[in-house]
């Protein structure tokens, strides 16, 4: 077992403090307790340098993008058109024109279901998901299934989450157009096999998007090495701006794809008998877009550069392997979601209390935590409860925060088991 000690003791370059620090939301009391946040697969605390980024665009450079000829404008569009360029290479591409900014990973997803799926996809053609994904991942392929006659298949999930090669084998076919899938499961924490099932699924002639919302904050992604079609992610998970997230595409099918809304900026000239589309990117980011937001975004990226994203992985690991021997001593605490490659969600039960009672008496401990389906309703009753508690792990967090939690549980078990 890691001794609580070891994990900071290896990290004798002080990295971790010096993150601590770096966030601000971290230091306060919740209901007169520290806070202890285990929250972050649902949203990221933001470091300062995203927050200064952010005002900084507004108290500088607070102008409209790509339209004014004003030195505020051109200020703007440059930070805008710059965050692009750093968050393209942050996932693994150089082409400006395949990176499309979005609200989030759900926008993005529905903007390919729409624009590219809908007009394509016919009676006979098969889309191909997992047992365990976001509703994000699922609505939008009902939604092209009813309207198209396609046919939605779904990759059966093992009771321990995870998602067998075999399994995506058996449901691929060369009926199979479109695969989506997690990269990472939110609500279990299960690293998917991502690039080999994009070579099985490329085979019989299928794209493939993957869903990278939880990957991103905590392994390096580079979609040239996973060779997929599509991906996409929040920037509120990935230590950056709510309201802000991204489309990586293929440059040949975003071109061969129809605008997903329609409008100001994604034009090149309009009469009132015809339209002429812009290029790429700006085809698919019709109004003005979260321009501070986009800013933020580039600021969390560097600041996730600067600490690493395999030092991040690596103390994670740790925490997470912590956390795993901590709780599993407490009587009538069940792990939901045991894969042996995964990230740090720790998703359990205890027995004889309602997940929410959990969230409600850890509140009050100043202990946050995600209590429910999690949005992913599926996995969840796959696994044979209706809810969990979900404590997930950023790179802030620490073996504090994890002894807490465990005191937090014994705690509920006292008040309720
Ligand atoms: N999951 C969670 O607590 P948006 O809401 O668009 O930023 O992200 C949607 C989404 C898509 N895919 C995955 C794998 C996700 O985890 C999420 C968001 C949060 O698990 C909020 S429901």
Known sequence: MTAPVSILHEDNTGT?????????ALHQRVNGKRLVY?????????????????????????????????????????????ARVKIGRFIGTDDRRELVFVRGATEAINLVAHSYALPRLGLGDEIVITGLEHHANIVPWQVVRDRTGATLKVVPVSISGEVALSAVEQQLSSKTKIVALAHVSNALGTILRVKEI??????LGAVVLVDGAQAVPHLPVNV??????????????????????????????????????TGGDMILSVTFEKTLYNELPARFEAGTPNISGAVGLAAAIDFISDV?????????????????????????????????????????????????????ILDAEGIAIRTGHHCAQPVVER?????????????????????????????????LG
């Not at 994009?198 to 085979?203: G, I, L, P």
């Not at 009587?331 to 359990?348: C, H, N, P, Q, Y």
């Open 16 to 24: 971790h403090a010096r993150i601590r620090n770096d966030f601000p």
């Open 38 to 82: 285990l929250d972050s697969a649902a949203t990221a605390f933001k470091p300062r340098c995203v927050i200064e980024a952010v005002r900084d665009v507004w108290e500088r450079d607070c102008a409209n993008i790509h339209r004014g000829v004003h030195t505020l404008s051109q200020r703007a569009t440059q930070r805008y058109e710059d």
């Open 198 to 203: 994009v070579n099985r699924a490329h085979a």
């Open 224 to 261: 040239m090495d996973l060779g997929c079609d599509f991906y996409v992610f929040s920037g509120h998970k990935l230590y950056g701006p709510d309201g802000t997230g991204v489309l990586f595409a293929r440059r040949e099918l975003l071109e061969s794809m129809v605008p997903y809304q």
């Open 308 to 360: 690493g994203l395999e030092w991040i992985f690596r103390h994670e690991q740790l925490l997470l392997k912590f956390a795993q021997e901590k709780l599993s001593k407490i009587e009538g605490l069940r792990f939901i979601g045991t894969a042996s490659d995964k990230v740090g969600v720790i998703s359990f039960v205890l027995e004889g209390v309602h997940a929410h009672d959990i969230g409600t």
């Open 383 to 415: 696994m044979g409860v209706a809810a969990t508690a979900r404590a997930s792990l950023g790179m802030y967090n620490d073996e504090s925060d994890i002894v807490a939690l465990a005191e937090g549980i014994q705690r509920v078990k006292q008040m």
